[in-house]
């Protein structure tokens, strides 16, 4: 998979996560929630218009390694490198 396609896999098992089918389906509310819950899990505050932005693919350049790590930490692994090489 390639980073972008890795990053899409991301953002559908954050909105899985937070109890969504789809990014659609969440409002300011759920995102404002989800930002919260990730700065809790890994210490890094992500801006509600990255988070935004990664879930509605809307990106020219690749997230920051840091945006990444919070997000993988979040969804259990130890950083964006464990994410990247996880059986999916």
Same mark, same amino acid.
């Given at each position: 998979?390639?980073? !972008? ?8 098992e %954050? $909105?899985?996560?937070q /109890?969504?089918?789809?990014r659609?389906?969440? !409002? +300011? ?13 890994? /210490?890094?505050?992500?801006? %509600?218009?990255?988070?935004? !932005?990664? &879930?509605? /693919? ?6 920051? $390694?840091?945006? &990444?790590?919070?997000?993988? $930490?979040? &969804? /259990?692994y130890?950083?964006? +490198? ?5 059986? !999916?």
């Open positions: 998979m390639t980073d !972008r396609q890795l990053i899409e896999t991301s953002a559908q %954050l $909105v899985a996560r /109890g969504f089918a789809a659609s389906e969440m !409002r +300011q509310r759920d995102l404002e929630y989800l930002c919260e819950r990730i700065e809790e899990s890994a /210490g890094i505050l992500i801006s %509600l218009s990255t988070i935004r !932005r990664i &879930l509605n /693919g809307e990106y020219n350049r690749l997230p920051q $390694v840091a945006t &990444l790590n919070a997000i993988s $930490v979040y &969804l /259990g130890a950083d964006w +490198q464990a994410f990247k090489t996880a059986d !999916r």
